[in-house]
């Protein structure tokens, strides 16, 4: 299973971005997906993940300004982000929720959120 992160940038505090997650197979569809992400110095953090059934959860830092979605029928997991403060830069992940099902990490997107 290749995972592919995709849709990070530069956008500037208060700003929104979309990323979209993809995977070969039908990983994404039979899995809770989580929304990981890394900054620099720092271990990688679970922000949001989702069920196979689409009940979603969000720590408390992205709560109200994320919202994580899955669109089975094309394969995909998003993120959603809204009101992006600088501490939100880092290089964002998608794997399996629970560790027993991740499979190897890809590259990630980067978000960077500065004016």
């Known amino acids: 299973v290749q995972l592919q992160a995709s849709g990070g940038g530069l956008v500037q505090p208060g700003g929104s971005l979309r990323l979209s997650c993809a995977a070969s197979?039908?990983?994404?569809?039979?899995?809770?997906v989580g929304w990981y992400r890394q900054a620099p110095g720092q271990k990688r953090e679970l922000l949001a993940g989702i069920t196979s059934s689409g009940t979603p959860h969000y720590i408390d830092s992205v709560k109200g300004r994320f919202t994580i979605s899955r669109d089975n029928a094309n394969n995909t997991v998003y993120l959603q982000m809204n009101a992006l403060k600088p501490e939100d830069t880092a290089v964002y992940f998608c794997n399996a929720l629970f560790p027993n099902f991740q499979v190897p990490w890809g590259q990630g997107t980067q978000v960077t959120v500065s004016s």
């Open positions: 197979g039908n990983f994404l569809k039979i899995n809770a």
